[in-house]
């Protein structure tokens, strides 16, 4: 059982995203922290990107933040290491290929389980594709998140049967952000991944109250928040941490309802 699985053994799971170095990388520890006392199960670290295509506004708007405070994917290694020695909660990089590419998948991977990063999210790249990034995460037991979106149908029992991890279904197609509804038949999703595999099902995407929470979390194994979290860290800056505290507890308590 790798670290990651352990996040959903007998719950559904509560997953929360920052943005790595927004507003800094002391402050994204803190964060974290944060967010894991008040129950947390799992944390995805954006990889701040300049060309991050899968996310909204108030995730690009972090991002450039992050950036602007020198954020680098070196000093976001060292924010997974300085945290890994503080906890055992699962964490996982969000970030695209380019940054990987660049950095040598061998060398990424390598510096990934040295540091105590447990998996990886990488939107823009295909599941058709991942055989050579693979090859080097399996090598440093570093688990690849697959995603599983709503035109994926013909698609869905194949990357659920090659998954590691868990698997992120996303909620509603379009980038990230919140949403007042989603529409999308996740319980039919749901059902084929579960045909295929025990590896656990989270919903992302436009997830951000209470109610969301708890309708998501009766259908899959965890719920992953995003865009709610950092418009709470662009509101407040670096005095946000009570605030996220405040919020992951009541999504937390939400999805056990």
Known sequence: MSNINRAFKNKSAFIGFVTGGDPSIEKSEEFILDMIRAGADLVEIGIPFSDPIAEGPVIQEANIRA?????????????????????????VFLTYLNPVFHYGYDAFFKRSRDAGLDGIIIPDLPFEEQAEVREAAVKYGIDIIS???????????????????????????????????????????????????????????????????????????????????????????????????????????????
Not at 70 to 84: C, H, I, M, P, Q
Not at 160 to 167: L, S, V
Request: charged share 20%.
């Open 147 to 257: 995603l599983i979106a709503p035109t994926s149908r013909s698609r869905i029992q194949e990357i659920a049967k090659a998954a590691t991890g868990f698997i992120y279904l996303v909620s509603s197609m379009g980038v990230t952000g919140v949403r007042s509804e989603i529409r999308t038949d996740l319980d039919s999703i749901v059902t084929a991944v579960r045909d295929v595999t025990k590896v656990p099902a989270a919903v992302g995407f436009g997830i951000h109250t209470p109610a969301q929470a708890s309708q998501i979390g009766k259908i899959a194994d965890g719920v992953i928040v995003g865009s709610a979290i950092v418009k709470i860290i662009a509101e407040y800056g670096g005095d946000a941490g009570k605030y996220l505290y405040e919020y992951v507890k009541a999504m937390k308590a939400a999805i056990g309802q």
């Open 67 to 91: 950036l602007s405070a020198g954020a680098t994917v070196e000093k976001l290694f060292g924010l997974v290491k300085s945290l890994r020695a503080k906890t055992e909660v699962p964490l």
